[in-house]
């Protein structure tokens, strides 16, 4: 069931686009960030353990 957006179907399908790629984007970044920062984490507390 599409709704009919008429002429404004362009400026409105591409705003959903836009809104999801910008979404996706930011979720992928926090999840590569996190990844990162327990790697990170993973390591110093090695390095530490060595230490003691």
Do not use: C, F, H, N
Request: glycine letters at 2%.
């Amino acid at each position: 069931m599409m709704v009919d957006l008429g002429k404004y179907a362009v400026p409105v399908l591409s705003a959903y686009a836009v809104s999801i790629a910008i979404l996706t984007l930011l979720v992928w970044q926090s999840l590569a960030r996190a990844a990162k920062v327990k790697r990170e984490l993973a390591e110093y507390e090695k390095t530490r353990k060595s230490d003691d």
